[in-house]
């Protein structure tokens, strides 16, 4: 049996329903002789008599019956999916599956979640919490829809990088350490000091190591760990400096708890998204971006 035409369907759909070709018509919005010639037509498509004419009567036949009642359950089904579609394109409803680092997901993100939540309230907002390198790596399996993550990237197959902002990144230290009492240090100034960094799986100590072997620097790595809230906690009591993103230790300082010096030497670092490639990315993912462009514009 030849693939059937979905106007075909509907029309013996209506016929039955309808009771007859010129009830069906004015159901359908069409002249009576298309809905009968499409009845025809199907008939030829499936072999079979479906709807029998005697005289200004019209009624279905079994396999008429049979096919109208499957034709009205296809004719819904592609009516939710064009509904479906309709809500994607106004990203109205669905899913986003977004992943991020730690440390944008405490102190980058919150307001653009709050103002895409507010925004497209039908999306459903997944939340995949790992370093960056782990996350383009997902992003390239199709696990997520997007990913913010900091820029470069030790690898990135698979995927659309595109950078959206600076990165600054600082050196922090007690406010008693002699680093504090500096506006500007080198990198070999920092590296001189025991230090407590992110452990190797994260984009940020790969960035860092290269800067180092790139100065011929050796590090002293007092502590290796995966949280940076773990970090901060551990250079104000004492245990060594680091170098972490501004703004994740913005509330710190504020407070007095810590003290941070600007760093020269180390290069720079972009906060980023990584997009499934090859596209096109979800109209969800796109919306999302968007808003994050607006926001770190600000």
């Known amino acids: 049996m030849e693939e059937l035409r979905v106007d075909r369907l509907r029309a013996l759909a209506a016929v039955a329903r309808e009771g007859g070709f010129s009830r069906a018509a004015r159901a359908l919005g069409r002249t009576q002789s298309s809905v009968s010639q499409a009845v025809a037509l199907l008939e030829e498509d499936v072999g079979e008599l479906l709807v029998v004419r005697d005289g200004r009567r019209t009624h279905v036949t079994d396999a008429g019956r049979v096919l109208a009642e499957h034709a009205e359950r296809v004719l819904a089904t592609l009516g939710e999916a064009r509904s479906a579609l309709a809500a994607l394109r ?18 980058l993100l919150p307001p653009v979640l709050a103002a895409f939540r507010a925004r497209h309230p039908g999306v459903e907002l997944r939340l995949d919490n790992r ?6 790596a997902r992003v390239a399996e199709r696990a997520l829809d997007v990913g913010v993550v900091s ?27 002699p680093l504090a ?9 920092v590296a001189a000091h025991p230090l407590v960094l992110l452990d190797r799986s994260t984009a940020a100590r790969a960035f860092l190591d290269g800067a180092l072997a790139t100065r011929r620097l050796t590090a002293r790595v007092a ?14 009591l004492g245990f060594g400096v680091s170098i972490v993103p501004e703004v994740a230790v ?13 760093v020269t030497g180390l290069g720079s670092r972009q906060v980023g998204v990584v ?8 109209r969800a993912a796109r919306a999302f971006v968007s808003l994050l462009e607006a926001a770190l514009r600000d």
């Open 275 to 282: 997009l499934p490639s090859p596209g096109p990315a979800s």
């Open 181 to 189: 009492r500096r506006r500007r240090v080198d990198l070999a100034q």
């Open 90 to 107: 106004d990203v109205a409803t669905g899913t986003l599956a977004l992943g991020t680092s730690d440390t944008f997901a405490v102190h």
């Open 151 to 177: 820029l470069p990237l030790p690898t990135a197959a698979r995927v659309e990088v595109r950078a959206i902002a600076p990165l600054r990144e600082v050196a922090i230290a007690p406010p008693g350490h």
């Open 131 to 136: 370093p960056s390198p782990v996350i383009a």
């Open 250 to 262: 913005r509330g710190e300082l504020a407070r007095g708890e810590l003290a941070a010096v600007q």
């Open 223 to 236: 502590m290796e760990m995966n949280s940076l809230e773990v970090i901060k906690r551990l250079v104000a």
